[in-house]
């Protein structure tokens, strides 16, 4: 459920209004920007969940907790002394995540 009527997705501001209210699940696509904070050519998505379903989130979902502190303050250094580089490098590979087209539809994200 996107967080805005988007016109790609939803017929009029009614049908999304009513959707919206009943959505346990809630999507909005956010700028992505590069490590030099430079704003990158595509959006990353944020999702939020209602508290109906938190407590599958946090039982039944979540598999890995893993500290980055110390990659991130490994790329911060780097980034300070000017390694943009090796920074980049450091960065966890990212893929799409594989979408039917149902649901590719439902939360604007396009192919």
């Excluded at 990212?94 to 939360?107: G, N, W």
């Amino acid at each position: 459920m996107l967080t805005t009527p988007e016109p790609r997705v939803y017929d009029s501001h009614q049908q999304w209004r009513e959707a919206f209210t009943r959505a346990i699940v809630r999507v909005q696509w956010d700028p992505e920007y590069s490590l030099l904070d430079v704003k990158l050519d595509h959006r990353s998505i944020q999702v939020g969940l209602s508290r109906h379903i938190i407590a599958r989130y946090v039982n039944d979902w979540t598999v890995e907790i893993r500290d980055v502190t110390p990659l991130a303050h490994e790329i911060s250094a780097l980034l300070g002394s000017g390694d943009v580089e090796r920074a980049n490098a450091l960065l966890p590979r990212e893929k799409p995540y594989p979408l039917d087209d149902a649901l590719a539809k439902s939360i604007g994200a396009t192919r």
